[in-house]
């Protein structure tokens, strides 16, 4: 049986991974593209990516900004995502927070899953499974496994809506059984009652991140 430590080191390797299997290269989704072929069209274009040397270890952050900005638009729904994070106290914030709250999340995201730019080369393929669809066929689940050169293999789940344009986007990813959105949503939740200050939540969102990530990493570890 995995440990709770062993959970947390593979839920980080393995959250790194599935962003970057996210980086979707120039992607034109089509009505009639099903989730799974949205997610296998995500792991052949970063093939191309690192392939073509676009995507490279230690690229400037705001080149990876851009081009996580150019390559995930089209299937990852940030606002969305960001909204979900925000919870009830979402209620609280401005309008103008909440599309400044957008822009930080996805920051930060990129300063994290920077760090598993390292990995690339230790990629070796991802096996899409069949998506698990609801009643209405208005939201859908695709399974996968992330295969490492040395073996290691890691159970990640992408979780997808069908928008009003009739395009499928992702909505949240559960890697190695622990749900990112969630993970995020409890944090917010936590600043919330630190700071009492919806704004000052977000203002500070990317610093408190980053400090609870190393933290978590090194209980992990420890």
Known sequence: ??????RWTRFWRSSLLMMLTLMIGGLAQADSATPEQVIDSSY?????LIDDKVLVAGMPDDELLALMEKELGPVVDFPRIARKVMGKHGRKASEEQKQNFVGIFKHSLVKTYSKGLENL???KEVEIGKAVYDKKKKRAKVPSVITLKDGQTF????????NKAKEWKVENIIAEGINIGLVFRNQFAHFMEQHKDVGKVIDNWAIATAEKEEADKAKADS
């Open 155 to 162: 159970q990640v789940q992408y979780a997808l809506y069908l």
């Open 1 to 6: 049986m995995i440990s709770m430590t062993q």
């Open 44 to 48: 052949q274009s970063l093939q191309r």
């Open 121 to 123: 080369d230790q990629l």
